[in-house]
């Protein structure tokens, strides 16, 4: 399974990394997405990452966040800059299919980490 951490709260503006770590899988033979849900919302693509290192991202997110990979230390990061109260959700990271243009969720879901943007 997959692990996120490094939610929190910050302030509008602020500036967060998530981490994505797997227990039982090596990350870099897989795509990975980032995903984010609020309740009552649909669940949103926020960026995707190839093994190569390729990414795409949400039009809500384009030129704020940016996805990296370290597979020699088996972890995809999310880097959240400029942070709105809308990014407030639950990001998620799983295995995906990936796309250039998006990604669909296959498998290896995290439990999610909280993320709050407010003042």
């Known amino acids: 399974n997959l692990v996120e951490s490094g939610g929190g709260s910050v302030q509008p503006g602020g500036s967060l990394r998530l981490s994505c770590t797997a227990t039982?899988?090596?990350?870099?033979?897989?795509?990975i997405g980032w995903f984010r849900q609020v309740p009552g919302k649909e669940r949103e693509r926020v960026a995707c990452?190839?093994?190569?290192?390729?990414?795409n991202y949400g039009n809500s997110v384009k030129g704020r966040f940016t996805a990296s990979r370290d597979n020699a230390k088996n972890i995809v990061y999310l880097q959240m800059n400029s942070l709105q109260p809308e990014d407030t959700a639950v990001y998620s990271c799983?295995?995906?299919?990936?796309?250039?243009?998006?990604?669909?969720?296959?498998?290896?879901w995290g439990q999610g980490t909280q993320v709050t943007v407010s003042s």
């Open positions: 799983a295995a995906v299919a990936w796309r250039p243009e998006d990604c669909q969720p296959t498998h290896s």
């Open positions: 039982a899988m090596t990350l870099a033979f897989d795509p």
């Open positions: 990452i190839s093994t190569e290192g390729s990414t």
